[in-house]
């Protein structure tokens, strides 16, 4: 176990580098583990590793492990996350696809392989009922990564929620006809199975219900509530099965859909959210393990097959295709026509269809049937290699070409009113990061060349922007009365859920305001003026919250007191982040232009999530937005390089004083500069006093008291020169500001160089009296 979540945490990121489906890649080293493992077990060659592979040969799972322990988590965990708003609209496409779909295709994969080998039609519909099962986790996650439109997502997910239940629930009848040894009776079949899959609808939505009555009782703590939220679906799976006699499977999911809809309305925002964020560690392990564990199993699993099972293969692949391809393009355009779902388009049918990928529960019912004694050997076999060499078809050809057939499509394009809308808003929305990078800019005393540099990549992008088409061309008016409403209500449910967080309204009132809302968001999405007019006449006994605030108003003297810590720390820390800059300037400058477009960043996400949030853009255009600004984080986040070592030849050459000397005279003079270590607050030179010595700053900065000001000096700047020259005493305090390292020419060492290089000296006493006069002249002024 500990070694296959260490697999997984490294597959994971490899996945992401590799640009594959993580479920794929997992499959493929599971798979790969599992067959080097059985080759070092069985060879003759050694037996060094026998202990080592022993446990992957023999994995110490079986079928009722990944049914009872992993698969009420993933099933949960995927009901808990859809929103039921979202995928109602689709209500007769998803079931389907989820209840007819596997019908349909547990009859063509059947029949098909009945007639083509004469194979026992009840062990043909059993191996249609296991390959009818789907994964949608890497389709799932394709969509998403390549922006395809989120009905298409919500389609395959809802279809997930209920196909692996309704293939187990016909699963189990067909294996309960095959070691009862009697015929198939497709009516007294067709009636278990609606008795057992109603029974699990009805069972996990009572303890839905019960979830949401206890979680008063809970005062609020969230580790209480994910705690009873992680063991509800295993009390929904085991009463189902153990004591009601109905589909546990189902009963999970219909647990977790009304879970879901209950704690968005009564769990206080945070510990919702934080609710997600456990679901989605524990899904993620539950996945990835039960994934692996049964990858390595596929070996095992193909033990005993032959090259002619290979057509029969080919014929369920078939039939399956086409059995998905006519409920599809046969029902489907049905249901339109009798209006209980809006048109799916073909290209939506086709992705639907190549998107059929199978996984760990295929692999996981292929394996119970292995483990049946009642079960013929042959038969045994047959099902597990068929289940088994289905699921690698899927997973490394629709798998791997998904991407590709995504794109030829075209379902990876927005809309043109998606595409204008996000311009628009990317547009205003970059314009507000420029103005707010100015004020930034400002707020921390960077520099204006720096600010500059740093927005002028922002104006590039607007400018880019307002050459594309215009939104006026591509909305109408009353797409923007639609979204006008739709903003409005996602408004008005976004003031009503920082009243929940806050608690300032009960948890009853919450739930009716939120339900009053969504019915006028749904409304204004679907009829736009009409249907949000009419949703709020339906809605006129609506009462608002109260505005609840109450601030805590401190002393003014306690005020005050306050005031002059924060303004004695805010000087100190200038003072400190001055240093710095003198000290490093090219890597101060570095970092305020990455800070700045790391605050653009940030912005810029933070203004999409709110235009999404308030219905302004739909998933698809901030999706597309967020992978564009994803792109470059990885760029943002590389710190610019430190220069330590700053070589005194390069900077004495800075110098003008002795920018005219030549290398080998830079060489001669950097050798006579010693170094010392100054430490914050040091005096370095007082006024009044001679001057013995000048100094050149290799790191660090120091503050020069000038009787009209302060000056400071950092990297690279030189002090103490003039005083050295022309021999009068000091006439300014240096004191360093931090900890520095410095150069010194002692009086006694430069006067040996300029007596040992004459023409240096010439030089330098050029460059001396021309600012001696320029100081003397800004003196008389």
């Not at 890497?138 to 395959?156: D, K, Y």
């Not at 990078?437 to 707020?443: C, F």
């Not at 805010?570 to 000290?583: I, V, Y």
Request: a neutral charge.
């Amino acid at each position: 176990m500990a070694g296959f979540l260490v697999l997984a945490s490294v597959v994971q990121p490899a996945a992401e580098r590799l640009n594959l489906p993580y479920t794929v890649l997992l499959a493929v080293v599971g798979v790969a583990i599992g067959g080097i493992s059985s080759f070092l077990l069985y060879t003759p060659l050694t037996d060094v590793f026998d202990d080592i592979v022993r446990p992957v040969v023999d994995l110490p799972f079986n079928a009722s492990i990944f049914l009872v322990v992993f698969l009420p988590l993933l099933l949960f965990h995927a009901a808990l996350t859809i929103d039921l708003r979202e995928i109602a609209p689709d209500w007769a496409p998803i079931l389907t696809l989820a209840i007819v779909a596997v019908f349909a295709a547990a009859a063509a994969v059947g029949f098909s392989l009945s007639f083509a080998a004469g194979i026992p039609l009840t062990v043909a519909l059993l191996v249609g009922a296991i390959v009818a099962t789907t994964d949608p986790s890497a389709v799932v996650a394709i969509f998403r990564e390549l922006g395809a439109p989120a009905r298409l997502t919500r389609l395959l997910e809802g279809e997930s929620l209920l196909n692996d239940a309704a293939a187990i629930v016909l699963f189990s009848i067909l294996v309960g006809m095959l070691t009862g040894g009697t015929h198939p009776d497709f009516a007294a079949g067709v009636a278990h199975f609606a008795e057992a899959f109603v029974g699990g609808i009805v069972l996990g939505a009572a303890l839905g219900r019960l979830f949401g009555t206890i979680l008063p009782f809970l005062g609020g703590s969230r580790l209480a509530e994910a705690t009873l939220s992680l063991a509800l679906p295993y009390v929904a799976y085991l009463l189902a099965e153990d004591l009601f006699g109905v589909s546990g499977v189902v009963a999970v999911v219909s647990a977790g859909l009304t879970e879901g809809a209950i704690a968005r309305v009564r769990l206080a925002p945070d510990n919702w959210r934080y609710l997600e964020r456990v679901w989605e560690q524990t899904g993620f392990w539950a996945s990835s393990l039960i994934f692996v564990s049964a990858s390595t199993l596929v070996p095992r699993l193909l033990t005993g097959g032959h090259l002619e099972d290979s057509w029969l293969l080919l014929v369920a692949i078939a039939a399956a295709l086409a059995s998905r391809v006519a409920v599809l393009f046969g029902l489907l355009p049905l249901l339109s026509a009798f209006r209980l779902s809006q048109r799916v388009s073909a290209t939506y049918k086709l992705a639907i269809t190549w998107g059929g990928l199978r996984g760990a529960v295929t692999l996981a019912l292929a394996l119970a049937v292995t483990e049946n004694n009642r079960i013929d050997p042959s038969v045994r076999n047959a099902v597990a290699v068929l289940a088994t060499g289905f699921v690698l078809f899927t997973l490394l050809v629709n798998g791997l070409t998904l991407r590709p057939v995504i794109r030829l499509l075209k379902l990876d394009r927005l809309s043109p009113l998606n595409e204008a809308l996000r311009n628009k808003v990317l547009a205003l929305s970059l314009a507000d990061v420029r103005d707010a990078l100015a004020e930034t800019a400002s707020q921390y005393a960077i520099p204006p060349d720096v600010a500059r540099s740093a927005t002028e990549p922002v104006d590039r992008r607007i400018d880019e922007l307002a050459s594309q088409p215009g939104l006026e061309q591509a909305i109408s008016d009353r797409d923007r009365i639609r979204i006008g409403l739709v903003a409005l209500a996602n408004r008005e449910r976004r003031i009503i859920l920082d009243h929940h967080a806050q608690r300032t309204v009960s948890g009853a009132a919450i739930e009716r305001l939120l339900r009053n809302t969504n019915l006028i968001l749904d409304a204004a999405r679907a009829e736009g003026r009409i249907g949000y007019n009419r949703a709020a006449r339906a809605l006129l006994e609506f009462q608002r919250g109260f505005w609840v605030a109450n601030l805590l108003h401190r002393t003014l003297k306690l005020a005050e007191l306050l005031g002059e810590v924060i303004a004695a720390r805010s000087e100190a820390t200038t003072r400190a982040l001055d240093a710095l800059r003198l000290q490093y300037p090219e890597y101060a400058e570095a970092l305020e232009q990455r800070f700045l477009r790391q605050s653009g960043f940030r912005l810029s996400l933070s203004r999409f999530h709110d235009l999404y949030e308030e219905g302004l853009i739909g998933k698809e255009v901030f999706e597309d937005l967020e992978r564009e600004h994803t792109a470059v984080r990885s760029l943002m986040d590389e710190l610019p390089p430190l220069d330590l070592g700053l070589r005194a030849e390069d900077l004495l050459a800075q110098f003008e004083m002795f920018a005219g000397l030549g290398a080998a005279e830079l060489r001669a003079l950097a050798r006579l500069f010693r170094s010392r270590l100054l430490v914050p607050g040091e005096m370095v030179i007082r006024k009044g006093e001679r001057g013995n010595a000048m100094f050149l700053i290799s790191s660090g900065a120091v503050e020069v008291v000038l009787p009209n000001g302060r000056v400071r000096l950092g990297s690279g700047d030189f002090f103490g020169e003039m005083a050295l020259l022309s021999r009068r005493r000091r006439q300014a305090d240096v004191m360093a500001l931090g900890y520095c390292r410095v150069l010194v020419l002692t009086a006694a060492d430069f006067r040996r160089f300029l007596r040992d290089y004459p023409r240096a000296k010439a030089e330098i006493d050029r460059t001396a009296e021309e600012r001696t006069r320029a100081n003397e002249e800004k003196e008389a002024v």
